[in-house]
T-cell receptor, first 115, second 111 residues
Framework: DAGVIQSPRHEVTEMGQEVTLRCKPI?????LFWYRQTMMRGLELLIY????????DSGMPEDRFSAKMPNASFSTLKIQPSEPRDSAVYFC?????????????FGDGTRLSIL | SQQGEEDPQALSIQEGENATMNCSYK?????LQWYRQNSGRGLVHLIL?????REKHSGRLRVTLDTSKKSSSLLITASRAADTASYFC???????????FGKGTSLLVTP
């Protein structure tokens, strides 16, 4: 079965440009998470959706970051304008349920480099 | 915010040896999970241990949990080169739905 699918796998762009990361969760999963991974800070939760509704966006760094989930099979994370400090690997994860006990299924991530 | 902290940061062993990684956390938990991350890939769930459990096995994996010391360990027996990866412990955040991950232990298994 298909896992969580993220695109693109790699993105290199210049600072100031808009960046859009995409995620297709596992069919039937009702929870979706966006995480950011850096060497300095490890894995940080950015935003959590449940049944397509944003429940917790307290991890979103600043107003330059926005996320949407227009339907159960698609989510985007947008950065506008991008800055070099946004360089990181961005992961999307989905799970069936809304507690911390379920397995989180991660995509392979988008490696973002802002020059 | 990070809850779990893995130790050691890096571990290098030879195939066939056992690998032990430790995780310490700060607040009370309902469960603790271990994940593996291969280079360039996403995290893969390995095992979950609940707060009322002391030990759990899954294949070559053995996880222990000591809630009095707020610590857990992951033992990989008879390691293989394919076990080379980073290993993360994760605890349930106060929110009840998200996970807080440590920075991981990087394991290298050489043939």
């Amino acid at each position: 079965d298909a896992g969580v699918i993220q695109s693109p796998r790699h993105e290199v762009t210049e600072m100031g440009q808009e960046v859009t990361l995409r995620c297709k969760p596992i069919s039937g999963h009702n929870s979706l998470f966006w995480y950011r991974q850096t060497m300095m800070r490890g894995l940080e939760l950015l935003i959590y959706f449940n049944n397509n509704v944003p429940i917790d966006d307290s991890g979103m760094p600043e107003d330059r970051f926005s996320a949407k989930m227009p339907n159960a099979s698609f989510s985007t994370l947008k950065i506008q304008p991008s800055e070099p400090r946004d360089s990181a690997v961005y992961f999307c994860a989905s799970s069936d349920g809304g507690t911390g006990a379920e397995d989180k299924h991660f995509g392979d991530g988008t490696r973002l480099s802002i020059l | 915010s990070q809850q779990g902290e893995e130790d050691p940061q890096a571990l290098s062993i030879q195939e066939g040896e056992n690998a032990t990684m430790n995780c310490s956390y700060k607040t009370s938990i309902n469960n603790l999970q271990w994940y593996r991350q291969n280079s360039g890939r996403g995290l893969v769930h390995l095992i979950l241990i609940r707060s009322n459990e002391r030990e759990k096995h899954s294949g070559r994996l053995r996880v222990t949990l000591d809630t009095s010391k707020k610590s857990s360990s992951l033992l990989i027996t008879a390691s293989r080169a394919a076990d080379t990866a980073s290993y993360f412990c994760a605890t349930e955040a106060n929110s009840g739905y998200a996970l807080n991950f440590g920075k991981g232990t990087s394991l290298l298994v050489t043939p």
